[in-house]
């Protein structure tokens, strides 16, 4: 399949609409106060009160970007269980990936990490409580390289003082996080690829995108590199954590018309997955016991 996308010609009723893309990912804490003061100050995303007394953080004015729920009571996050890898923020441009990355120095907060995937820039980090944290820009697709229809992703070394550079002509660092800041995609860790792949593609309808990298797999829709990484470095056989203990409440796909909602969910149901009423939307959960909400834009 060609990175530019599936064609209406292309499309067919197990594939997902390619102007999918991802909402909210939910995530438990440990300490509301701290995480809120981490998302704000070192992320620069802005906080919301919700009538359930989570927060809610992204741009003023926009969907939000993560929403957080504080339980001092909450096991610790178990880096062996199923759940999030990371969670991955998508900048609008380089120059807004560099101002990231000055805010990550301003707060003396340590990177886990950098690396150029050919498709994009990425900074590693994690929030108080171990979550995983990529902040991101995408290189415009008609960079993109794909050899034998497959698209070419790498992890290399990412030039950070190339990155910086892009700060030379700025007078003032940027505090927050600017219009169109969004979640990217969502890297999970599963107990197995093949029910995952399943699932998520056989299923929901995400096309494969990448195989190469040992013990993963990426999915996306229309085109994109990935809007799902699935993998099982750490999760091999594994289990979901206790449904209190910090990490991934769940996650949002988002489907651009009720039509197309339905169109997946008729595929849910004819599969046997039970599915929740939530809110605006519908929760189900993957093999590994990941929540989805599957709600429209």
Request: glycine residues 10%.
């Amino acid at each position: 399949m060609s990175a530019t996308g599936t064609s209406a010609e292309e499309r067919t009723d197990a594939t997902i609409h390619p102007d999918t893309s991802l909402g909210a990912v939910r995530l438990t804490v440990s300490d509301l106060d701290r995480s809120r003061a981490f998302y704000e100050q070192v992320i620069g995303l802005s906080a919301a009160e919700q009538n359930d007394g989570t927060l809610a953080f992204g741009v003023p004015g926009e969907r939000p970007v993560i929403e957080l729920r504080g339980d001092p009571s909450a096991p610790g996050l178990d880096r062996r269980a199923t759940g999030l890898y990371h969670l991955a923020i998508l900048m609008p441009t380089r120059l807004d990936l560099a101002f990231a990355l000055a805010r990550l120095a301003e707060a003396q907060w340590p990177l886990d990490g950098s690396s150029d995937h050919l498709v994009s820039e990425a900074l590693y980090l994690s929030d108080p409580d171990g979550n995983g944290i990529e902040i991101y820009r995408d290189r415009p697709r008609e960079e993109w390289r794909e050899v034998n229809g497959q698209l070419q992703m790498s992890t290399l070394p990412l030039d950070l003082q190339s990155l910086l550079a892009e700060l030379s002509g700025a007078t003032q660092l940027q505090m927050l996080a600017p219009s169109g800041t969004r979640i990217g995609h969502v890297h999970l860790q599963v107990a197995d690829l093949k029910e995952s792949e399943a699932f998520y593609s056989g299923i929901l309808g995400f096309e494969v995108m990448v195989r190469g990298y040992p013990g993963a797999l990426f999915v996306s829709a229309g085109g994109y590199h990935h809007h799902l990484g699935l993998n099982t470095w750490h999760s091999l056989g594994a289990t979901p954590p206790e449904p209190s203990a910090v990490g991934l409440r769940s996650y949002e796909i988002m489907l651009p018309s009720e039509t197309e909602l339905q169109r997946v969910l008729d595929r849910v149901r004819q599969a046997e997955i039970p599915i929740e009423p939530w809110g605006k939307g519908c929760l189900i959960r993957d093999p590994s016991g990941n929540s989805v909400l599957l709600r429209t834009t």
